[in-house]
């Protein structure tokens, strides 16, 4: 088995453990607190943070967590698991089948392994730079469409609600709104969707492990500011994140006025 393979048992090894942790909750009807407006947290967060955490962690690796003190050794470790526990709690306290688990392997910057899992649709997607991405097993690729017209586009739920996607109203594509981003970059990586972005910052753990399954499948990630994402900085803050297929990516930093930068 090769190292990236074995990155990979690990990763699916950590998931079957994480949705164990997570029967004994029902989406829809947990307790919850806020860390901040509309940004809650349930206990179900902080058990499968703990449980990846032990699954996943070896002595020459760093963590970086939503759900984590920030250990600032990190940035001294070239290998950091980059982890969201559980990504669109608001959809999970909802009872809206768009959340999952969410883990990153990052190498010097570069997010290089990958995967999510979605129990509520039982889901599970794995996938590593050299190796490719698989959807539940079977293998996937990112869509090869090289137009924006008719593509099939996911948007932030939240982001649609607060009315920052009604400049797209009316254009020739279609837009879903959905929860969880980590888990609409895995839909784009198995081309199950053609493109999403975000409008908004989102931190290391929102999107280390879709972009490492986009890059795997053969896609593309971008911030707003045209530059190619890096990962395990000082401050794990992302402008806003752009993911499609290689060959519609020109067209859409077009459309949405960004141009091309140095990574970022």
Request: negative net charge.
């Amino acid at each position: 088995m090769t190292a990236r393979a074995q990155d990979l048992a690990r990763i699916a090894v950590a998931l079957d453990a994480a949705r164990l942790t997570l029967r004994p909750f029902t989406p829809g009807a947990v307790e919850f607190q806020l860390k901040a407006a509309d940004n809650p947290v349930t206990a179900a967060d902080r058990a499968v943070n703990e449980v990846l955490h032990a699954a996943l962690v070896r002595d020459d690796e760093a963590w970086l967590s939503e759900e984590t003190v920030d250990d600032p050794t990190r940035l001294e470790r070239r290998r950091v698991w980059v982890v969201d526990p559980l990504d669109g709690t608001k959809e999970f306290v909802q009872g809206i089948p768009e959340w999952c688990v969410s883990i990153g392997l990052v190498e010097d910057g570069e997010p290089v392994a990958g995967g999510i899992c979605n129990p509520a649709t039982g889901e599970v997607f794995l996938g590593a730079c050299g190796v490719g991405v698989t959807r539940n097993g079977v293998p996937a690729r990112v869509s090869g469409r090289a137009v924006l017209a008719g593509a099939r586009v996911l948007a932030s739920r939240s982001e649609v609600g607060r009315g920052e996607w009604e400049r797209f109203r009316g254009t020739e594509f279609g837009v879903r709104p959905m929860g969880s981003v980590a888990y609409k970059l895995a839909l784009v990586a198995a081309g199950l969707a053609d493109v999403t972005w975000t409008l908004v910052p989102k931190h290391e753990w929102d999107v280390a492990a879709g972009v490492a399954l986009l890059l795997a499948a053969g896609g593309e990630a971008r911030t707003l500011e045209g530059g190619h994402p890096v990962f395990n900085r000082r401050n794990p803050k992302l402008t806003g994140l752009i993911a499609a297929g290689p060959a519609l990516m020109p067209e859409l930093l077009a459309a949405l006025g960004v141009g091309t930068a140095p990574s970022a």
